[in-house]
T-cell receptor, first 116, second 114 residues
Framework: AQSVTQPDIHITVSEGASLELRCNYS??????LFWYVQSPGQGLQLLLK??????LVQGIKGFEAEFKRSQSSFNLRKPSVHWSDAAEYFC??????????????FGKGTHLIIQP | DTGVSQNPRHKITKRGQNVTFRCDPI?????LYWYRQTLGQGPEFLTY????????KSRLLSDRFSAERPKGSFSTLEIQRTEQGDSAMYLC????????????FGPGTRLTVL
């Protein structure tokens, strides 16, 4: 079955430190990959996406993610976190065939806590 | 363009009652999705429309759930005979044609079943 795994339920990082959130996927073929952020009381906001091509993708708010086919991973990174980055982060994936669209499969999320 | 909107934002109902939620997608988007998110979990896909056609339904969508998109614009999700287990955040998303399924989400409707 297709699945997305985020191994870390909670991560605590000091403000100004670097961040890496892990995401692994299990699909028959390379899916489309996404990272979303959800702040309390807010909707899901798309941070970045990978479809094909360059394996290092840049997103909004200073985030980037690297696709590694050999590891079936799509980890999210940020060189220096800000207190406002505290939120829930979701990795998501979907198949793509014949130009059709599919519902996204989400991981369970990683809760990011920023220490002052 | 104001993004995806959902109404109501909150709904409290008693077990056994019917509820209906509305989603207005981004105007030029022809694809519309419904998801359910429970506490501490990621969103789970429920169903998908392309224009007015419902093309995919998850096994999570029991026969008490029905979704419509009559004119290919807004969509409604109805839950009949609500149960306490239906308490969740119901999210709507939309995407355009040829956008690699890049979905934009609304703020959600939080349902509490007493």
């Amino acid at each position: 079955a297709q699945s997305v795994t985020q191994p870390d339920i909670h991560i605590t990082v000091s403000e100004g430190a670097s961040l890496e959130l892990r995401c692994n996927y299990s699909y028959g073929a390379t899916p489309y990959l996404f990272w979303y952020v959800q702040s309390p009381g807010q909707g899901l906001q798309l941070l970045l996406k990978y479809f094909s091509g360059d394996t290092l993708v840049q997103g909004i708010k200073g985030f980037e993610a690297e696709f590694k086919r050999s590891q079936s991973s799509f980890n999210l990174r940020k060189p220096s976190v800000h207190w406002s980055d505290a939120a829930e982060y979701f990795c998501a994936a979907c198949t793509h065939s014949g130009g059709g669209a599919d519902g996204l499969t989400f991981g369970k999320g990683t809760h990011l806590i920023i220490q002052p | 363009d104001t993004g995806v909107s959902q109404n109501p934002r909150h709904k409290i109902t008693k077990r056994g009652q019917n509820v209906t939620f509305r989603c207005d997608p981004i105007s030029e988007h022809n694809r519309l999705y419904w998801y359910r998110q429970t506490l501490g979990q990621g969103p789970e896909f429920l169903t998908y429309f392309q224009n007015e056609a419902q093309l995919e339904k998850s096994r999570l969508l029991s026969d008490r759930f029905s979704a419509e998109r009559p004119k290919g614009s807004f969509s409604t999700l109805e839950i009949q005979r609500t149960e306490q287990g239906d308490s969740a955040m119901y999210l709507c998303a939309s995407s355009g044609q040829d956008t690699h399924n890049e979905q934009f989400f609304g703020p959600g409707t939080r349902l509490t079943v007493l």
